[in-house]
């Protein structure tokens, strides 16, 4: 392997040898790349809860209407990360069954997963989820619903301000609405091996 | 003359098929150009930049592969080299064994088709199940995608539908939301029965050495949490030179592929899962592949190893939307293909020659690229190529042009060729000696000859 | 994509290449391109050994039999004066087509200053000149096929400029304007059933716009779609920026 290692890198320096000179890198402005009205917004909170919904996910500020919407979905049995549930449990009637523990064995019994976002991007209604931060990855992906349970001192404007914020973490997603494909036909369907439902919670503190 | 095959698969495609993909790529096409020029005040000089930052690091490779290699060492991930497609094939399979895994779930990877990857694991009694939906469809109806981000894009519901029930996934039914909800159940299980998971890489930071990851189905993110062990695929070509410059590039690629402003997961992943998250692999390893493309870098097509494989040249291409995407007979159609499936052919460059022909130069394709690929320029280095090489795919229903050239350059032949050509006004089509002129009467109503008409009245003019 | 160009000297003296499609077919565009540049105050010369720009053999493959023909032309052209051509495709050969094939070749300095004085039409009417607004009027519905060659040039937005301010015409848009024509060249008659089925979902998008008459800066493109229609038996009528741009001069209207 390092045989075609070397083969490989030999090959490219010898391609690149007779060029008399190699293209530069550009500068490029950071403001022509940002969508436009991102950076003159006020209220990155507003701005993101609105952009989240531009892509059919659901923006919350409040548990009680996270309680809300899952009733009025019949999704009455889900996982929440133990961290977090304290602090949620209180506001969850007892009808709801909530594991603080994912049994893969039984992914599909989990109807909602509640997790922790890393992050937030306001440009384009996008949460971000890490893997330090996250307590099970499963949790966030396999259920119907995912939310995030997000802090407004972590919401970020732009790309260029979430890149340089990326935390160093072995796994980062950038999650903005709920899965979708288009595959047949062209037809938007959501809910495809992600959740179908996005929801981001945001609680002060 | 010999005839061109391409325009023999167009003549031979059914009307719906050509309706299906006409109407998918209009609709994105139009949506990305109302995107760009809603949300940028300047899209054009964002897709420059971007095909400088790809040019900068195309011509710096030899800088950047090792560093990006020490990085990701550094981050935990092994890092192997492929020289050809059997390599790389090769390399998975030897990891899947030392894994002692025997089932794949693979997120959608391009790469991976040019390689063959799934029949070479099958073969060997490896299950490499494909998870993104239109990639899926392909591996149960034993096709090929059609284009490279919408594979299934020439396939209409109910054959889906069909399909489906053929793999006894459920009564026919093709309604798109429960054939989704019937892929999706479908998935689950193997997702968590699968040992191996596999994806490409869209980019990979030189900077951090963070692969970046785009889909919309969730399928990359799955087939990431229940394997054990993750393998990427990732071409030479995929590097970008600092994690600022991807915000540049993720701006610009899901407007340009599916005019969406992001796709719904982008994943950066710097190595295996991190200590105490329960799901996530062990292993990771990225498996860089050349497969072909160190030549393209050693000649004069080099911009085209820029390409971020967004498809939105597809989707504009006036020839591609008339003919879809087998007739290119290779894994990358369109625009992009009639440039890389050529080069990557190798020393069978001659049969892949006549796909840089199938285009009539109209430009669109550089016009939309988020990199700025100036791919009618490359169309025509490859024409020349195969005319060089006397390739005759190229030279198939070509007008000799020497002959063309004998006339073009002396006057006085010239002249009597349009005092001449007059013969046209009165001769029946059948019997117009120019094969190139028999071909375009036999569709087209030719002019009146007016050959020495303009140059009798200047002289006239100038008399005066 | 253009590169820079020479404006036109005081006297505006300018070249003309007529093309050899207006040599064969379009002696009127041809024509019309001399009396328009005259009613601007150009002298206009036509060096009588031109041939043709050299294009079809650049995009038919043959870079070397291409290469001939360019350098009969660049000979012929020789001097300082700005070139007219009353064609955006072969404009475009010859500020950017030869300078790709000549990359390697000894004598790329002379096709390169040929590059610099070529100007399209349009393109020099508006940019060269300064003119934005033209005179006279020519009635009627008008739908502008911009040519794919113009890509990436001024002659789109110029030819756009001239037309929207004749008293008189309204400029039609056609769906999917940018989609190209399906001429190309040899593509034309190498590809055939491409070709023209590119061409007549033009000509239904052109129909759809209920046009008097299809405008273009580039025969080539009307030689297809004007062939194509007639050969359906539904004749399109079609002209040059020119022809238009003259006939308002005499006060015309679809002819």
């Known amino acids: ?24 890198l550009p500068d490029w402005s950071e403001a022509l790349a940002v969508r436009r009205g991102t950076r003159e917004a006020g209220d990155l909170w507003a701005l993101f809860a609105e952009r989240l919904k531009a ?31 304290p602090r949620l449990r209180g506001e969850f009637p007892a009808a709801f069954t909530v594991e603080t523990e994912f049994d893969r064995r039984r992914v599909d019994d989990y109807q909602f997963g509640i997790t922790a976002a890393a992050g937030a991007i306001a440009e384009t209604g996008t949460l971000v989820l890490s893997d330090r931060g996250t307590s099970c990855r499963l949790g966030a992906l396999a259920p119907w619903v995912h939310v995030a349970v997000l802090r407004r001192e972590q919401i970020v404007a732009d790309l260029p301000a979430a890149i340089a914020a990326l935390p160093a973490d072995p796994n980062v997603i950038w999650v903005t609405g709920p899965s979708k494909t288009a595959d047949v036909e062209g037809i938007l369907i959501e809910g495809v091996h992600g959740p179908g439902r996005e929801v981001a919670l945001l609680l002060a503190g | 003359m010999a005839r061109q095959s391409i325009d023999a698969f167009i003549a031979a495609l059914p009307a719906e098929k050509r309706a299906a993909v006409y109407a998918g790529t ?38 950047y592969l090792p560093q990006v290699e020490a990085k990701l060492q550094a981050n935990g991930a092994q890092v192997h080299w492929a020289a050809t497609a059997d390599e790389a094939c090769a390399a998975v399979h030897q990891i899947m064994v030392a894994h002692g895994a025997t089932r794949m779930v693979k997120a959608k990877t391009m790469v991976s088709e040019e390689i063959g990857l799934a029949p070479y694991l099958e073969q060997r009694g490896m299950e490499a199940l494909e998870t993104d939906l239109g990639e899926f469809i392909i591996q149960i109806d034993r096709d090929h995608p059609s284009h490279i981000v919408r594979p299934v894009i020439h396939k209409n519901r109910a054959e889906i539908a069909r399909s489906f029930e053929r793999e006894g996934l459920g009564a026919y039914n093709d309604d798109p939301e429960t054939i989704t909800r019937r892929a999706r159940q479908h998935l689950r299980p193997k997702y968590l029965a699968a040992g191996v998971g596999l994806t490409g890489a869209n980019f990979v930071s030189a900077e951090s050495g963070r692969l970046v990851v785009v889909t919309n189905e969730g399928n990359s993110r799955f087939s990431l949490a229940a ?31 599916t005019a969406q402003n992001l796709t719904v997961y982008t994943e950066f992943i710097s190595g295996p899962r991190a200590p105490g998250q329960p799901d996530g692999p062990e292993e990771m390893h990225v498996i860089f592949v050349d497969n072909g493309r160190s030549a393209i870098l050693a000649g004069d097509c080099r911009e085209i190893l820029r390409c971020i494989r967004c498809g939105a040249c597809l989707n504009v291409c006036p020839v591609y ?37 199938a285009s009539s130069l109209c430009g669109a394709c550089q016009e939309v690229c988020p990199v700025n690929i100036p791919i009618p320029d490359l169309l025509l280095r490859l ?82 | 994509m253009t590169p820079d160009r020479q404006l036109p000297g005081a006297d505006k003296r300018v070249q003309l290449m007529a093309t050899c499609l ?39 493959g043959d870079w070397r039999a291409s290469r001939k023909v360019v350098r009969h032309t660049v000979e012929v052209f020789a001097g300082d004066l700005p070139v007219i051509v009353p064609s955006a495709s072969c404009a475009a050969m010859l500020f950017h087509g030869a300078p790709l094939e000549f990359e390697q070749e000894p004598d790329l300095a002379a096709v390169r200053q040929l590059a610099r004085r070529t100007w399209e039409f349009a393109d020099f009417i508006v940019n060269g000149l300064g003119v934005k607004q033209w005179p006279g009027r020519f009635d009627g519905r008008l739908a502008f096929h911009r040519s794919c060659h113009a890509r990436g040039t001024a002659t789109g937005a110029a030819a756009l400029t001239l037309l929207s301010s004749l008293a008189g015409a309204t400029v039609v848009p056609i769906d999917e304007a940018e989609q190209c024509c399906g001429f190309g060249g040899t593509f034309a008659v190498a590809f055939p059933h491409v070709s023209a089925n590119m061409g007549a979902l033009k000509l239904e998008h052109v129909r759809a716009a209920r046009p008097d008459l299809l405008v273009a800066v580039d025969m080539s493109c009307m030689m297809h779609l004007g062939g194509l229609a007639e050969a359906e038996g539904k004749p399109l009528t079609t002209r040059h920026l ?13 002819r």
Not at chain 2, 29 to 44: G, I, M, N, P, T
Not at chain 2, 327 to 332: E, F, G, I, T
Request: aromatic share 6%; hydrophobic share 40%; proline share 8%.
């Open chain 1, 1 to 24: 392997m390092s045989d075609s290692r070397e083969r490989i890198l030999g090959r490219v320096r010898d391609a690149l040898a007779p060029l008399p000179r190699r293209a530069p």
């Open chain 1, 55 to 85: 892509v059919n996910g659901t923006p919350l500020t409040a548990v009680p209407d996270l309680v809300a919407l899952l009733e009025a979905g019949g999704w009455r049995h889900g996982y929440c990360d133990p961290a977090l549930w």
């Open chain 2, 26 to 63: 209009k609709t994105t096409h139009e949506k990305r150009a109302q995107l760009l020029l809603d949300h940028f005040v300047d899209s054009d000089r964002l897709r420059r930049w971007a095909g400088e930052i790809k040019q900068h690091v195309l011509e710096n490779l030899d800088t």
């Open chain 2, 227 to 257: 394997p054990r062990c993750h393998i990427a695929l990732v071409g030479i070509e995929k590097l970008v030179p600092r994690d600022h410059d991807l915000a540049l590039f993720l701006n610009l690629l899901a407007r340009s592929a």
């Open chain 2, 321 to 357: 939307r008339q003919v879809s995407g087998h007739a290119y007979r290779s894994v990358y159609p369109g625009p992009l293909g009639a440039v890389l499936s050529p080069l990557l052919a190798g020393e069978q460059f001659a049969e892949m020659a006549d796909l840089p022909k």
């Open chain 2, 383 to 464: 024409r020349d190529r195969g005319k060089r090489e006397h390739a005759p795919a190229a030279a198939a229903g070509t007008p000799p042009m020497g002959a063309w050239a004998l006339l073009a350059a002396q006057p006085a032949i010239w002249k009597t060729a349009l005092a001449a050509g007059r013969i046209l006004n009165h001769l029946p089509v059948k019997l117009i000696p120019v094969p190139a002129l028999r071909a375009w009467v036999a569709r087209r109503t030719l002019p009146a000859w007016r050959g020495g008409e303009f140059r009798k009245w200047m002289r006239q003019r100038r008399r005066s």
């Open chain 3, 22 to 60: 207006c040599d064969a077919f379009y002696a009127d565009t041809a024509r019309a391109a001399v009396e328009v540049l005259e009613h601007l105050g150009c002298t206009v010369e036509f060096p009588e050994r031109q041939t043709c720009c050299g294009q079809p053999a650049l995009n038919g």
């Open chain 3, 242 to 254: 020119a022809q238009v741009l003259r006939d308002a001069l005499g006060q015309g209207g679809p």
